[in-house]
């Protein structure tokens, strides 16, 4: 069966075992997809890159947030970054 891998760095599970770091570092800042048996079981993503992923997940549900907000057909208000 063929499996999408969204990583351009593969390691196997025996080689993030012997050398975890070493595994991090070989994705150069982006994720390593961890193949078992040849098959994506999981991604190493470095703690940059997951905290990145982080901030624009909240970024979106702050867009949605606002979006459904003008929706309700309430008048914006505007302000300044000095009166938050």
Do not use: W
């Not at 994720?31 to 970024?59: G, I, Q, T, W």
Request: charged residues 25%; negative net charge; hydrophobic residues 45%.
């Amino acid at each position: 069966m063929a499996h999408r891998i969204l990583a351009e760095t593969t390691a196997s599970i025996s080689e993030l075992k012997r050398n975890p770091m070493g595994t991090v570092a070989a994705g150069e800042g982006l994720p390593v997809a961890v193949l078992n048996h040849n098959e994506p079981a999981f991604y190493c993503v470095p703690a940059k890159a997951y905290e990145a992923l982080m901030d624009r997940l909240d970024d979106l549900e702050l867009n949605l947030i606002a979006d459904a907000r003008l929706r309700d057909g309430q008048a914006p208000v505007k302000v300044s970054l000095d009166e938050l």
